[in-house]
């Protein structure tokens, strides 16, 4: 399956991605993960997109679309499919994915509040080493791990809520491009469920 996971900021995307990985074989592909790999790494990219992130701005598409058109056109993705993590987000971003001939199978939309989403990002935390998204209170880190776990930059709250405007203004209208292969998925439900529910969609349309 080729399928677009979109949402809110903690919405779920990341937490979700690696249980469809799991269950149907499909490659991660999440911009914001590479960009801040990039950023840990002291690339140009990385210490550039820096600048936009920790405020909660999208990065320019200059920065963003080849690399990930790039990524979606190697063998791996073509021959697996992929999950589309934080790509499109923006109707530009929509319409070359289009342009590109990429046709997603399914455009997962997560639903949630913005006051769920408060809590979810402000309590996040991440393990650099594995990737591993964990929550303070409803998914707490390992204790042998506790050491290494950081926060993101901008799961600050001026952060966050710059976010959130940022996608009703600017995410929100790539829904209608993707109308007719379009789920929308109850995001509040713990993740499990909701992973549940995102295979059952995905099996459903195939
Ligand atoms: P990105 O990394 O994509 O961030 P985001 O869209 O803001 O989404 P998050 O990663 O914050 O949330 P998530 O939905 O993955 O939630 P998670 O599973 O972690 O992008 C970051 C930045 O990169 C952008 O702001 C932009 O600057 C740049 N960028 C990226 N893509 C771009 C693009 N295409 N164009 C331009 N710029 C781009 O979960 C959140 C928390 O909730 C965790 O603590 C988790 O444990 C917890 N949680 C998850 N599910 C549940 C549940 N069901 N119940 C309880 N807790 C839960
Ligand atoms: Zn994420």
Redesign the pocket.
């Known amino acids: 399956p080729r399928v677009i996971?979109t949402?809110?900021?903690?919405?779920?995307?990341?937490?979700?991605?690696p249980i469809l990985v799991k269950e149907f074989g499909m490659v991660h592909v999440?911009?914001?993960?590479i960009?801040?790999a990039a950023k840990r790494d002291g690339t140009p990219l990385g210490l550039e997109?820096a600048k936009?992130?920790s405020?909660?701005?999208?990065?320019?598409?200059e920065?963003?679309?080849a690399m990930?058109l790039q990524r979606l056109a190697e063998d791996d993705v073509v021959q697996n499919g992929f999950i589309l993590?934080?790509?499109?987000?923006?109707v530009p971003?929509a319409h070359a994915l289009l342009d590109a001939g990429v046709i997603p199978t399914h455009f997962i939309l997560?639903e949630i509040t913005e006051d769920?989403?408060r809590?979810?990002?402000s309590?996040?935390?991440?393990d650099p080493t594995t990737g591993s998204?964990?929550?303070?209170e409803?998914?707490p880190p390992p204790a042998d791990i506790a050491e290494r776990i950081i926060q993101?930059s901008?799961?600050v709250i001026e952060?966050i809520n710059h976010?959130i405007s940022?996608?009703r203004m600017t995410?929100a209208p790539v829904v209608d491009v993707f109308a007719s292969c379009c789920v929308r998925i109850n995001?509040?439900?713990?993740?499990?469920?909701?992973a549940r529910d995102c295979i059952a969609a995905i099996r459903k349309g195939r």
């Open positions: 996971l949402g809110l900021p903690g919405a779920g995307k990341g937490t979700i991605s999440a911009p914001g993960d960009l801040r997109a936009y992130m405020a909660g701005n999208l990065v320019p598409d920065l963003i679309v990930i993590d934080g790509f499109p987000r923006s971003q997560l769920e989403v809590m979810r990002l309590g996040r935390r991440l998204v964990y929550h303070v409803y998914n993101r901008d799961d952060a976010r940022v996608y995410t995001a509040s439900q713990g993740s499990d469920d909701a």
